[in-house]
């Protein structure tokens, strides 16, 4: 199995990029493609089929069919991972893919909270060390093999109902600011409560999970999008630039230049 790309697309709304990632197009022999979306509102065209995006959903593509990103609504914009790979050579991930195939009539509901997953695959893909690279290919095929039998990544999917609510609430702040006290007030529950049930069901204490999707987001705008490194620390609600430069090296391992450098021609952004 052969990874020929993985693309973060955060807030799909400039016109040109919109355009692209809008296309209708196919891939070639043996090249599948899965599309795992985070939030906004539009439609995926698979074949012939038309699907309402939703935040969770996980759309496998086989070879020869046509697909397409539908963005209508940019006040409520597109963010999704799309993994396009290559399984001519590879008996058990071809096995695999049939049987995926048979199951996912159409888009399948995952939850958001295996983003972080595709975070990692994304990064060790792309890092050029041969083990990180390998690794990233080993828990891929882990991750079809755990959807499958319905837990695709360890990251899991909250069951709770506060877990799930304070996730939304997250994902609307990430442009902003937001403080736990803030947090647990909007669910009516108490901090130790909150932070107890967020981090068995997430893996992570609440305020970190929201440091991680600010970091996301920061990704995402540094691969694919034109903007500053000072103007997307402003518009994700950092007090400075250095301080998001730390916070995302804390994250990312490397500053936010270097990951732009490395990253940004590998974007799938024209």
């Known amino acids: 199995m052969r990874f020929s790309d993985i693309v973060l697309v955060y807030h799909l709304r ?17 090249d599948w493609e899965l599309h795992y979306f985070i939030s906004g509102e539009g439609s995926f065209r698979n074949a012939s089929s038309l699907w309402s995006i939703a935040p969770g959903t996980l759309h496998l593509t086989p070879p020869g069919a046509k697909h397409q990103i539908l963005a209508t609504n940019k006040k409520r914009p597109i963010t999704y991972y799309a993994v ?3 399984a001519k050579e590879d008996a058990e991930l071809g096995e695999l893919l049939g049987r995926l195939a048979s199951m996912m009539k159409g888009p399948m509901d995952i939850g958001v ?23 990233s290919r080993h828990s891929f095929l882990a991750f079809m093999y755990g959807l499958l039998a319905g837990s695709p990544s360890s990251y899991g999917a909250p069951e709770n109902a506060h877990v799930e609510k304070a ?4 994902q609307g702040a990430i442009e902003g600011k937001l403080d736990l006290d803030a947090l647990c007030d909007r669910l009516g529950i108490s901090r130790e409560h909150f932070v107890r049930i967020f981090s068995a069901r997430m893996r992570m204490p609440p305020m970190r999970w929201y440091a991680r999707l600010k970091i996301e987001a920061a990704r995402g705008m540094l691969s694919s999008t034109n903007l500053r490194v000072q103007e997307i620390s402003d518009k994700l609600g950092y007090a ?14 490397i500053p936010p230049t270097e990951y732009r450098a490395r990253y940004l021609q590998k974007a799938d952004f024209r």
């Open 14 to 30: 400039d016109e040109s990029q919109i355009a692209w990632h809008g296309r209708r197009h196919v891939h070639g022999e043996g």
């Open 84 to 86: 396009l790979f290559d």
């Open 113 to 135: 909270s295996h983003r972080f997953f595709f975070a990692d695959l994304l990064e060790r893909h792309f890092s050029g060390t041969r083990e990180l690279m390998q690794a």
């Open 167 to 170: 996730i939304a609430i997250m």
């Open 240 to 253: 400075s630039q250095f301080g998001f430069a730390r916070a995302f090296k804390r994250v990312a391992g």
